[in-house]
């Protein structure tokens, strides 16, 4: 009979493995603080309450964003529609409300936002085209709806309860409630529930979870219907924010999502992802964009740097993946 004593792991081993699983888990909300103190030492102003509520503020849409696009991305697929989708919402919320009740103007906008969603899930999963060619398309056509519904310009609101409302802070900003409700409803679903986990298989392995009695197909349109409607719902509340929309509003909010989630280290692959590394993502970028506005650094130098930390986590994802 012969046994076996494990030997222990050498400290200087055990050490780098360690740090190495604190980046992996924990390097983003590390990136953020860092960012934080650096910006708090450059400026005065960046350490108040009134900027933080501010930092909140701009954050909460981006967020929204950034919780359907992890969703999508756990699925394996993209889109490029969202901005246009948003800006569509916004424009329905506040030009029909002159013509009926605002809740009633809300749920037509959240409508358009799903019924986008759901177009997209269904000729991507259907017709079985990249969800990045699809998206782009129907960013150009959503876009154009846009244009003609505002005829090319601004939609000012009446409504100013509505847009105080949104921007009222108890605590922290009602904008930023809706966030926080929205990544709660959905990390929960999809840390805790049967639904998330199908989600994540139909995005991680979808030929085993065919064979496991999953139906991919209808999980990955679900999955776009819910980005449209987080899109609508983001778009309301940019409305009711600045109580106006003109056709660009949303343009560029589809590329800073996918920025915050993969810098949030969801897989481009598909089958993992966090909701609230996420939205520390976006909370990442918009700290970065609100330091530099402090600090009076041109916009074309903050799309240097927040395309530098797009590469570095996308560099540093796909060397993870690799060992």
Do not use: C
Not at 230 to 259: C, H, K, M, W
């Amino acid at each position: 009979m012969t046994s076996t004593t494990a030997l222990p792991e050498a400290p200087g081993v055990r050490a780098p493995a360690r740090a190495a699983g604190f980046i992996r888990e924990y390097g983003i909300l590390v990136a953020l603080v860092v960012v934080i103190i650096v910006m708090s030492l450059l400026s005065p102003h960046f350490l108040t309450y009134a900027n933080a509520m501010n930092i909140l503020t701009q954050m909460s849409i981006l967020g929204i964003l950034a919780v359907g696009t992890t969703l999508l991305l756990i699925t394996g697929s993209f889109d490029l529609s969202i901005g246009s989708t948003l800006g569509l919402a916004g424009a329905l919320t506040l030009g029909l409300s002159a013509h009926m009740p605002l809740m009633a103007s809300i749920g037509i906008a959240l409508a358009a936002g799903l019924l986008v969603g759901l177009v997209n899930g269904f000729i991507v999963v259907k017709a079985g085209i990249n969800s990045l060619i699809v998206t782009l398309g129907t960013m150009s056509l959503v876009r154009g709806l846009v244009l003609i519904y505002t005829n090319g310009t601004s939609i000012q609101g009446d409504n100013i309860g509505f847009q105080s409302f949104v921007n009222t802070t108890s605590l922290i900003p009602n904008i930023a409630w809706g966030l926080l409700i929205v990544a709660a409803i959905m990390a929960t679903m999809l840390t805790q529930t049967r639904t998330g986990r199908y989600f994540t298989a139909a995005g991680g392995n979808a030929e085993a979870a065919e064979v496991s009695g999953i139906n991919v197909d209808a999980y990955k349109i679900a999955a776009f219907a819910v980005m449209g409607l987080l899109a609508g719902f983001a778009g309301v509340l940019y409305a009711g924010r600045v109580n106006s929309v003109d056709p660009t509003a949303g343009t560029g909010f589809e590329l800073q999502a996918i920025a915050a989630v993969i810098i949030g280290g969801t897989s481009l692959a598909g089958g993992s992802g966090s909701v609230w590394k996420s939205i520390v993502g976006a909370a990442l970028l918009t700290t970065l964009n609100n330091g530099f506005n402090l600090l009076n650094i041109g916009s074309y130098y903050q799309g240097v740097i927040q395309g530098a930390v797009i590469i570095l986590s996308v560099a540093v994802y796909t060397r993870r993946t690799r060992r």
